[in-house]
């Protein structure tokens, strides 16, 4: 295969990330899109010249010429739309977190072992090179074995204000922490214990915090907390401290590296993740798909990430979600 035709389900903010990095990656094509706002399927669409736009997303599955598809939709959609895709022998690439509950989780774990395509959850972080070196650092033994992680990722609320109503802080951003430790220590979490604070009136509480205690004794905080100031001057506070028995790292996610100093007020760009450099959209997200293209293309093994690590960061997620509804420490 020279080429995979490429459909993208779901063009929220992050539908369109995908959609400007997919748009211009070699061995794509972006065949088809779908969303269920029709204005919006239009726009994105003749932005960037898609052939085929549906407002129904079982249309879009139902070609054979599509290959692959990008699911990016809310999550509680997640698991009609990958076991319906995988089903229709398309490859899929699912934006974490893999699904709201471990049983719907297990639902698309059971779809792909049947599948003729390959299924990848969207772990963005796994293509951070800040932690992909910490990673190899890791695993070279250069701090020893791992007894303590402190990991912070936390949002403005202005920024948090149009998400709480979907998805909690732990489940939206904590999982990528949690992910990361799971993938540092190469180890499963024994207990968890979460406490969450409500400040504004959302469906979710705007603070998680959980501490996890790992296989190999390790503890591990994640803190998320979706109410900073308004003007706070970055998009995403993202730290993680790592403390082993022979050495530390230390991650620094939140500091861009650019200040721009304007009548606004202090403001620091995205500089990692998906910045705009001479009008294409490059960093972190362009690896994730461009791994997942090429390695599709070449008919090799997705194993930076796999589905059954994806399905164990939320089934860690929803026991915290649960101790902190409960007050208690829940056991995985």
């Known amino acids: 295969m020279e080429r995979l035709r490429y459909g993208i389900i779901g063009l929220g903010f992050f539908g369109e990330k995908h959609a400007e990095v997919l748009s211009d990656m070699p061995g794509v094509e972006l065949a088809a899109v779908s969303t269920r706002r029709a204005d919006r399927l239009k726009e994105v669409a003749g932005r960037f010249n898609v052939p085929k736009a549906c407002v ?26 990958a ?43 796994r293509f951070d090179p800040r932690v992909s070196l910490a990673k190899a650092a890791v695993a070279e033994g250069r701090i020893g074995r791992i007894v303590s992680m402190h990991a912070a990722r936390n949002l403005p609320a202005n920024i948090a204000a149009g998400v709480l109503d979907k998805i909690s802080p732990l489940m939206g951003d ?27 009136d959302f469906k979710n509480p705007d603070i998680g915090w959980a501490m996890c205690r790992f296989d190999n004794g390790a503890v591990g905080v994640v803190e998320t907390v979706w109410c900073l100031p308004d003007n706070t001057p970055f998009a995403i506070d ?95």
């Open 238 to 332: 993202a730290r993680m401290e790592v403390i082993g028995t022979e050495g530390s790292l230390h991650i620094d996610c939140g500091d861009a590296g650019l200040t721009i100093n304007d009548r606004r007020g202090n403001f620091k760009p995205d500089t990692a993740y998906w910045p705009n450099l001479f009008g294409k959209r490059v960093g972190a997200l362009r690896h994730e798909l461009s791994y997942f293209v090429e390695r599709l293309l070449a008919g090799e093994t997705l194993d930076v990430i796999t589905p059954e690590e994806s399905r164990r960061a939320v089934a860690v997620m929803c026991a915290a979600e649960l101790s902190a509804r409960t007050g208690k420490v829940v056991e995985l």
């Open 56 to 81: 129904d997303y079982h249309e879009l599955l139902a070609d054979p010429a599509i290959d692959a598809v990008s699911v990016v939709t809310h999550v509680d959609d997640h698991r009609a739309i």
């Open 83 to 125: 076991v319906e895709a995988l089903a229709a022998g398309k490859h899929v690439f699912l934006e974490k977190p893999m699904a709201g509950t471990v049983e719907d989780c297990d639902a698309i774990l059971k779809a792909a072992e049947s599948a003729r395509g390959k299924l990848m959850v969207g772990h963005i972080c």
């Open 174 to 200: 904590g999982i990528h922490d949690l992910d990361i430790m799971l993938w540092l220590t190469g180890c499963g979490v024994k207990t968890v214990y979460a406490q969450n604070v409500r400040v504004k």
